[in-house]
């Protein structure tokens, strides 16, 4: 009897000494990622995140036809109104000189019955139908100058071709994207946060970010949270600016962010 108590003390003992053990251990180590979130949650200051750019779009063709010139492949950087794709409108420009022409005729139909019914030569309805026809001239004249804009696609913004979607010579159809382009000097945080972390962080909060590509930390600021906590992983999109530098940034780079305190 003796010796079942002194076994059943010898054990609480090892027990008790894996514990206090187990609590002294540094973050990170291999120990402590069988234990419970919550047994962690109060020295967890770490989240995943993605480097994101706010001005990038996908350019599509606004009207079918051929491509004749595409200056720039991908990783070339352009300018802001600088033309990016330029397409045959031969049949477009033709088509807008006759309309000019028809808009000329009625303008001048319009004079001379304007001049007759001032000799009371005509009346008021010929004069009424004349300046019908010449807006209507004018206004096939404005359809067809609208394609005829739309054959080049310029660069919305300051940027770089991340790639190409169709090849130079090609006939496409209206609608169809025809580059990505990005501009990685507008560079956000988009990382997932946990959702118990929300009454804790705010707009302007100050965090690090770390690119896994470069090794070296940035200084970020919360712009703001997300409007919805996604129900199955109970996290919520959080948004920061960098207010620094950021040349030699690439938009998807991943990286982790730290906070200065524990939420």
């Known amino acids: 009897m003796y010796q079942s108590a002194a076994w059943v003390y010898a054990v609480s003992c090892l027990l008790c000494l894996s514990v206090a053990q187990a609590e002294s251990l540094p973050l990170g180590d291999p120990?402590?990622?069988?234990?419970?979130?919550?047994?962690?949650?109060?020295?967890?200051?770490?989240?995943?995140?993605?480097?994101?750019?706010?001005?990038?779009?996908?350019?599509?063709?606004?009207?079918?036809?051929?491509?004749?010139?595409?200056?720039?492949?991908?990783?070339?950087?352009?300018?802001?109104?600088?033309?990016?794709?330029?397409?045959?409108?031969?049949?477009?420009?033709?088509?807008?000189?006759?309309?000019?022409a028809g808009a000329r005729a009625a303008r001048e139909e319009l004079a001379h019955n304007k001049q007759l019914a001032a000799l009371n030569s005509v009346g008021r309805f010929e004069v009424a139908l004349a300046e019908a026809r010449q807006a209507e001239a004018q206004a096939q004249a404005q359809v067809y100058q609208v394609q005829i804009n739309r054959c080049t696609v310029s660069?919305?913004?300051?940027?770089?071709?991340?790639?190409?979607?169709?090849?130079?010579?090609?006939?496409?159809?209206?609608?169809?994207?025809?580059?990505?382009?990005?501009?990685?000097?507008?560079?956000?945080?988009?990382?997932?946060?946990?959702?118990?972390?929300?009454?804790?962080?705010?707009?302007?909060?100050?965090?690090?970010?770390?690119?896994?590509?470069?090794?070296?930390?940035?200084q970020a600021e919360v712009k703001r949270l997300g409007a919805r906590i996604d129900e199955g992983s109970q996290t919520l999109l959080l948004i920061g600016t960098l207010p620094g530098v950021t040349e030699g940034l690439l938009a998807g780079m991943s990286g982790t962010a730290r906070f200065t305190e524990a939420p």
């Open 31 to 100: 120990l402590l990622d069988n234990l419970t979130p919550s047994a962690v949650t109060s020295a967890t200051r770490e989240a995943r995140g993605v480097l994101r750019a706010r001005d990038q779009a996908v350019l599509s063709s606004e009207l079918a036809g051929r491509i004749t010139e595409m200056p720039y492949a991908e990783g070339q950087g352009f300018a802001k109104g600088e033309v990016l794709v330029r397409f045959d409108c031969s049949a477009y420009q033709a088509q807008l000189r006759a309309a000019q």
């Open 155 to 218: 660069a919305p913004f300051d940027g770089r071709v991340v790639a190409r979607r169709v090849q130079p010579h090609e006939s496409v159809a209206g609608g169809t994207p025809l580059l990505d382009v990005v501009d990685n000097r507008t560079l956000e945080v988009h990382l997932l946060m946990p959702s118990r972390w929300l009454g804790m962080l705010k707009p302007g909060d100050r965090f690090s970010f770390t690119p896994d590509e470069t090794g070296k930390p940035l």
